[in-house]
């Protein structure tokens, strides 16, 4: 049996997690949730996930402190992780960027 590609999906809102975790259910994906940065940091270490969609405006971690710690531990250093944002303050890509997200797309 095929196993699906893993993706965590780090979101505050509830609104947002239950309709990106839906889409990406239906079209085939694995989808492991979190609810802030604290708890994704977590989750990634424990489920190892292929992607991570991430949240800029978490609160206890924002997204960029949350990329930095990823990719600071061993296991996690090169999977995509793409910021999925509302933040479209001038800046705020290039931020995500730099923390070392590898995309960045608004909703």
Avoid: H, W
């Amino acid at each position: 049996m095929k196993t699906k590609p893993r993706i965590l999906y780090i979101e505050d809102d509830v609104d947002s997690r239950r309709l990106v975790s839906r889409v990406l259910a239906t079209n085939g994906y694995e989808v492991i949730l979190a609810a802030d940065g604290l708890e994704g940091v977590t989750v990634a270490k424990d489920s190892r996930p292929q992607l991570v969609l991430m949240d800029i405006n978490l609160p206890n971690l924002d997204g960029r402190v949350v990329t930095t710690r990823l990719r600071s531990l061993p296991d996690l250093e090169n999977i995509p992780i793409v910021a999925l944002t509302a933040n479209t303050s001038a800046g705020s890509r290039e931020l995500a960027l730099a923390a070392g997200c590898t995309g960045f797309l608004t909703k």
